[in-house]
């Protein structure tokens, strides 16, 4: 079968391996799509700031380099281990990508195992990543897609899943109001599940012209940060009131500064993006407003059937953000994202 694995920075190779025989408990999965991930992009060009050497065996998985990517997938079962009854050939699911955590830091006892330092996901420190023609996983990881949920649409329930856990971790209501910093799939991801939520007052700050012309296509309200008034904008949107919730889904530094003082007293910002340069603010902003910043990794297995059960009754829509590719193409794919073309790639595998 042909898998792409990550030998190194900027060394993805796409080779034939041996398909893997699933184990008791497990079961071989025949992928059909997977996304590519910031996260991707991230192992890709810059391996070395991993939290952990990925040239030595993870100490809970054994997996180091190579390592085959992809923890954003979906597929078919086409073959069961011993044990395996929640599951059946040719039952079609989404993959939970988490599969270990230490179980003992503060992270692990407090629930977020996403903030485990020991933290083991498919595709980046597991064996069994998605960019691949067939997979190997546990039974418990696989979330089961209803009929009317496609293969195409279960490969975004990840990225969705940690958007949905973002939103949660902003505390807002329906009737609320909110500021969106980045339209990239995760601010994609996060405009759908406010409008899910019932927030309807929602505006997307994205400087890129092709992805505010992308999500304002969904039916978002869009503003260029750097050639319009942001300021205005919020005013407009909350009668002047500011938003109770920002969600910076940009990772630049700008994006933070201009999303606290766009908040109302009281209200809280959420990071959910990758940031990789340091950034100054003002702590006196958080001060005279009683307002809060907040962190947003991962998600829970709840959120992956909450969004699974939002795809059933048609809140996500496809149309102008998603594109397809080839594993065989996958490098290119990589980097045109890193150059900031389209939104979001899915690799076709079947």
């Not at 629930?111 to 980046?124: D, E, K, Q, R, Y």
Request: glycine share 12%; with cysteine.
């Amino acid at each position: 079968m042909k898998t792409a694995l990550l030998y190194g920075q900027e060394d993805l190779r796409v080779e034939e391996v041996a398909e893997p025989t699933p184990g008791p408990g497990q079961v071989k999965l025949q992928n059909a799509y997977a996304g590519i991930c910031g996260s991707d992009l991230h192992f890709f060009y810059h391996p070395e700031t991993l939290p952990l050497d990925p040239n030595q065996p993870h100490p809970l998985t054994g997996a180091k380099l190579p390592q085959t990517l992809g923890h954003e997938f979906a597929g078919t079962v086409v073959e069961v281990g011993e044990g395996v009854t929640k599951v059946r050939v040719g039952d079609r699911a989404a993959v939970y990508p988490l599969v270990a955590s230490c179980g003992e830091c503060a992270a692990c006892r407090a629930g977020i195992f996403f903030a485990c330092p020991l933290m083991a996901s498919l595709g980046a420190s597991a064996n069994g990543g998605g960019l691949s023609e067939y997979a190997v996983v546990d039974a418990s990881n696989l979330h089961v897609l209803p009929e009317n949920v496609s293969l195409q649409m279960g490969a975004l329930v990840e990225p969705m899943a940690v958007a949905w856990h973002a939103v949660e971790r902003s505390g807002v209501v329906a009737g609320g109001t909110a500021l969106v910093a980045g339209a990239g799939p995760i601010g994609i991801g996060v405009w759908f599940a406010l409008k899910a939520r019932g927030v309807e007052r929602v505006l997307v700050s994205e400087p890129s012209e092709q992805r505010r012309a992308i999500i304002a296509s969904l039916g978002a309200t869009v503003v260029d940060p750097v050639n319009a008034d942001l300021a205005d904008a919020v005013a407009t949107l909350t009668d002047g009131q500011g938003v109770d919730v920002a969600i910076d889904a940009a990772g630049a530094g700008a994006a933070i500064n201009s999303a606290l003082t766009s908040l109302t007293p009281g209200g809280r910002l959420v990071v959910v993006a990758l940031h990789e340069q340091p950034m100054e603010f003002l702590p006196t902003q958080l001060m005279m407003g009683e307002t809060e910043i907040v962190g947003a990794v991962g998600h829970r297995p709840d959120d992956f059937d909450t969004v699974i059960s939002a795809m059933a009754r048609g809140v996500y829509d496809t149309t102008g953000w998603v594109d397809e590719t080839q594993l065989n193409d996958v490098v290119e794919a990589i980097q045109a994202l890193r150059n900031g073309a389209g939104a979001k790639i899915l690799v076709a595998l079947g």
